[in-house]
């Protein structure tokens, strides 16, 4: 039960800064991007809010007692996928944080969903290159 708890925890708060679509129980649908949440009762924020009469809203806030459905606009890269492929590159130095979507690679090249944000010579290279092809194969 534990393990289930913390893993829809983890894909929650993977959806911070993705574009989402919410529906309220009172048949309200909304479009922006998740800036943050409140794990206690799923209260979230949203910004550059789209209703569906297209007028934008800057920021809106919604209790999580009024919402029905959230829905992923934009799925982002497997990251776990992508470990899984530097360690074939990279063997048993590649280490997934699940919760910071961040891959550390020989604990000293930070790589996030943008590529290689920490590193510098040959093998933080070799990273962005792997990065870019699993990108481009994910892509097609």
Do not use: C, H
């Amino acid at each position: 039960m534990a393990l289930a708890s913390k893993r829809f925890s983890d894909e929650f708060a993977a959806l911070i800064d993705k574009v989402v679509r919410v529906s309220t129980v009172q048949g309200i649908k909304l479009e922006g991007k998740l800036l943050a949440y409140n794990p206690s009762d799923y209260s979230i924020w949203l910004a550059d809010v789209k209703n569906e009469g297209g007028n934008v809203i800057p920021k809106v806030f919604l209790s999580g007692n009024n919402i029905l459905m959230i829905e992923t606009m934009e799925a982002g890269i497997d990251m776990q996928k992508l470990a899984e492929r530097l360690n074939r590159v990279f063997p048993n130095m590649v280490k997934y944080i699940k919760e910071a979507d961040v891959i550390l690679v020989m604990d000293r090249i930070r790589v996030t969903r943008s590529g290689v944000v920490e590193g510098s010579g040959p093998a933080a290279e070799r990273v962005q290159k792997v990065f870019e092809e699993f990108i481009k194969e994910e892509t097609k």
